[in-house]
């Protein structure tokens, strides 16, 4: 398409979108009743997504406590030498363990 074509095409979706903003009637009456719904619903849904961070967040602790907990078993300390290890300068290579974690 050139710049033409765009120009054109803007100009017509424009057009349109006036043509149909202009029969649109409002009710003066609107603004208040969306208000009124809001505040109504405002508490349940302050309450839902206070619920849905702790859940979340307790999720999230839950995975992190896990992954720690089974990614220290079976891994040594590097810290300290191995008894049966005269040298205290020899690199420890642990396992690495894939772990799948579901979505919540």
């Given amino acids: 398409m050139s710049t033409h074509d765009h120009h ?9 979108l006036n043509q149909e903003a202009e029969t649109v ?6 603004l208040q009743r969306i ?5 109504a619903d405002g508490a349940s849904s302050r309450q ?7 859940g979340t967040a307790a999720a ?4 992190i406590a ?3 907990v089974i990614g220290d078993q079976g891994s040594p300390n590097p810290s300290t030498p191995a ?3 005269p040298s205290p300068t020899k690199a420890v290579q642990s396992p690495v363990e ?3 974690v579901p979505v919540v």
């Fill in 8 to 16: 054109d095409t803007a100009q017509r979706l424009t057009s349109a």
């Fill in 25 to 30: 009637s409002t009710d003066p009456t609107a």
């Fill in 35 to 39: 208000q009124r719904r809001a505040s």
């Fill in 48 to 54: 839902r997504w206070l619920l849905a961070a702790f």
């Fill in 60 to 63: 999230t602790a839950a995975v």
């Fill in 66 to 68: 896990a992954v720690v």
């Fill in 83 to 85: 008894a049966d290890d």
């Fill in 98 to 100: 894939q772990v799948t």
